[in-house]
């Protein structure tokens, strides 16, 4: 029987005054706002100012208060609400995908201690409902690879810089038009969609990666002539966030891509955003939608309250039924890398060289290299060098070893 649902908002930015508007325009839902909770009081808003205070207690010790919406952009405090929430028997929704990366497992056994339940639709893809259908249509089919454009800031950016424009004037288009925070970095540098990233790979294979194991390389260091060599070449650089299951090993990482004509991503523009799962039974399958933005994000919010009112509850049922997965980061990847320098370049090491090119402002080598190597450098901070990865290039690699040759800076095999 669907129950009367009484909502605590936190924050009313965005997403907060899009859910307001779409509930609004809900007829089927027994839901309604009873206090929001912002941080400046003094901010205009566009409802009654009765609805808001500063005081997380208004929300939080109200026993009429059934649910408590989280929608601020502070990780951190919020932490703070969805704890205190839980622990106070209220089924909490949130976008946050920050928080719920950092403390996914915290979260779940402290929703389950208190038997309500933890939603978080709107963290991932936006409107996009991935989490559900990972869930609930994929319960009993084995995934094999999760991978997609889950961050519609850097997609923009891609989409313009792939037309011509430069990184720093797409970046500053994007800041100008709403679209990318004045400080990029947790966007530009991969972080956003390594959070989104480890809520796909719990909820596709069942595992939790900690923070460090998924390696996040973003956009900032594209130059002109990655951007140039792309085009000319016929393919786009797309960022996007990988995770692919070899028997018990998982291997997750946000990268750029240099993706060709027929990659699921390659018409996936601007702020839209795209997951492709792959499974044993039903192969591949595509979702596409609007990743970000007021009422796009609100619409799974809406979602996840709408699917309280039947006491709905993730089951983590392949976190349940897979048998111990670990991380692994033995693996070669096939890249693109370009250097201002061919000494620059030279200093990476490759297992094998495929093509390489050196040119008065720059040089670039495609080839193959292990994931070690990869590791070495903070590629984010590293402005003589972009690296793409050719797509479905992943091999694992465990039992071989590499040696460096002198004359060349190649690895050769050993084994
Ligand atoms: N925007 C999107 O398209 C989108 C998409 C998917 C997920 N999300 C996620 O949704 C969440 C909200 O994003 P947003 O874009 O709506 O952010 P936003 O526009 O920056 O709004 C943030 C809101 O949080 C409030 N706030 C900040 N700290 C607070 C605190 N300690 N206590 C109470 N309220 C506090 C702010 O209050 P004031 O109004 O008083 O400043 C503001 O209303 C974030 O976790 C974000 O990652 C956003």
């Not at 500063?54 to 939080?60: E, N, Q, S, V, Y």
């Not at 983590?316 to 033995?330: H, I, N, R, V």
Request: aromatic residues 12%.
């Amino acid at each position: 029987m669907k129950k009367q649902l009484t909502i605590g908002l936190f924050g009313f930015g965005c997403v907060g005054t899009g859910l307001y508007e779409v509930l609004n325009r809900t007829t089927l839902l027994q839901a309604s706002i009873k206090h929001i909770v912002i941080k400046d009081l003094s901010k205009k808003r566009i409802i009654d100012p009765g609805y808001f205070s500063t005081d997380a207690d208004r929300i939080l010790n109200d026993k009429e208060i059934n649910v408590v919406v989280e929608l601020i952009n502070d990780y951190e405090a919020a932490y703070a609400i969805v704890t205190r929430a839980l622990k106070a028997g209220k089924h909490v929704v949130s976008a946050n995908k920050k928080l719920i990366a950092y403390y996914l497992d915290e979260l779940v056994s402290l929703a389950k201690e208190n038997n309500v339940s933890f939603l978080y639709e709107a963290s991932v893809g936006g409107s996009i409902p991935i989490i559900r259908n990972l869930e609930e249509y994929y319960n009993n089919d084995s995934l094999s690879n999760i991978s997609g454009i889950v961050n519609g800031t850097t997609n923009y950016i891609l989409t313009k810089t792939g037309e011509g424009e430069s990184f720093d004037e797409a970046l500053k288009n994007a800041q100008e038009l709403g679209f990318a925070e004045l400080d990029p970095t947790s966007d530009v540098d991969g972080f956003d969609a390594k959070y989104k990233l480890v809520l796909l790979l719990k909820h596709a294979f069942g595992f939790t990666a900690k923070q460090d194991e998924l390696w996040n390389y973003g956009i900032r260091q594209l130059k002109d002539w990655d951007a140039t060599y792309a085009r000319e070449k016929g393919l786009k650089i797309k960022l996007l966030a990988y995770g692919t299951r070899i028997n018990n090993q998982v291997i997750g990482f946000v990268a750029p891509h240099l993706i060709p004509a027929n990659h699921f991503a390659f018409n996936v523009e601007n702020e839209f955003n795209a997951v492709v799962v792959e499974a044993l039974f039903s192969d591949k399958q595509l979702f596409l939608g609007k990743g970000a933005g007021s009422h796009p994000t609100a619409s799974a919010v809406l979602s996840d309250i709408s699917a309280l009112q039947f006491d709905y509850a993730y089951e983590y049922k392949k976190s349940k039924t897979e048998e111990a997965l670990a991380f692994e980061s033995d693996y070669s990847v096939k890249v693109y890398l370009s250097a201002t320098s061919q000494e620059k370049l030279d200093q990476v090491r490759f297992i094998e060289t495929l093509e390489t090119y050196s040119g008065p402002s720059h040089s670039y080598k495609i080839g193959i290299i292990p994931y070690e190597e990869i590791r070495k450098q903070d590629w984010n901070n590293e402005p003589d060098y972009f690296l793409a990865i050719i797509p479905d290039s992943v091999e694992l690699t465990k039992g071989i070893e590499f040696k460096e040759t002198e004359s060349a800076g190649l690895i050769e095999e050993l084994s």
